[in-house]
């Protein structure tokens, strides 16, 4: 059996991306191979492969799904266009492989309605392990965004007075995008070791971007989330863990502390992912859809029951007329 792991190899314009496939592959054997998410119909057809298929979907439906050889494992995906599934084979394939983990309730809503069996399950990010076997702190306080959403100067200026230190500022973003999509693969993986590695050894983190909070969670990283718009649903999977505090409330605020953890949901959230992927890996499918383990069985039947009342409720909603038009916007005027 060959093993595969994802990044998007396209626009290479994201280093969660990047994150994302690594953390999958942690879980691999060292032989496993990597695959191009927005090309992911082009996985040989030579052998029985098992793929763990995490993180945001996608640019392009084209090339989408993998070949037939192909067992995805579909864990902490986000559904960033609805009309993804709108294509019913495409909906087979989903349905064939569930049930789904989707990283967030927006995505999970979508499968579910459906009545495709899916759970929600986080982010597979919280699961990377530390890159500091030391434990050691150098002491910096990194403040990490990207060049397209930097933090405001003033939003800076305020936290290093709140904070009494300076903030070191890093780019989140991937290094220089040439060569091909393998070298492009080991230079982003790379590169993405070093902001790991940086991360574990700073005293603080304070960021705006989800793959560096959820990942430094993980890593056990002390980590203050800042963001302008701290409700936006794709924030839900660090919010079960952390508050994450506005631009607004730096700005007003006298004192400023780092939230404290919900460490028991954290490690929770870390068991199930870690058992549902290493139980995977061990079978070469998605142990959720017929493992005989308590909580995995558990976790199908509630799937399955979620999907058929989810489906049934919304169908009633759209035959009595409520939210007609929101409905038909997500799922056609075919559902």
Known sequence: MEYYYQIEGSKRNNIGDVLQGMVAKAFLPDNCLVADRENLADIPKTAPSFFIANGWYMHSFENFPPPENVNPLYISMHIAN???????????????????????????????????????????????????SNNSKNGEVLLVDNVDHPVPAEVKK???KLLGKPLVSI????PKPEGDFVEYTKKAE??????LTRYCQASMVVTTKIHCALPCLGMGVKVLMVHPHPDEGRLG????????????EVMKSETISVPSINQSALEKRKSILKKIVTESVKVGHNAVSDSNDKQLKMLRLKSRVMASTFRFGLLTMYRMGIAKDKIERVYGAGL
């Open 237 to 248: 999977p660090l919010a079960e863990f952390i508050d994450i505090i506005s631009y607004d």
């Open 158 to 160: 305020k936290l290093e």
């Open 171 to 174: 780019s989140h973003d991937p």
């Open 190 to 195: 790379a590169h993405m070791n070093s902001l």
């Open 82 to 132: 609805s009309q993804l599934l709108a294509d019913a084979n495409i909906r087979a394939h989903f349905l064939k492989h569930s049930p789904i983990g989707c990283r967030d309730k927006k995505t999970l809503k979508l499968f579910l309605g459906w009545g495709i069996p899916s759970y929600y399950s986080g982010c597979l990010t919280t699961t990377t392990n530390s890159r500091d």
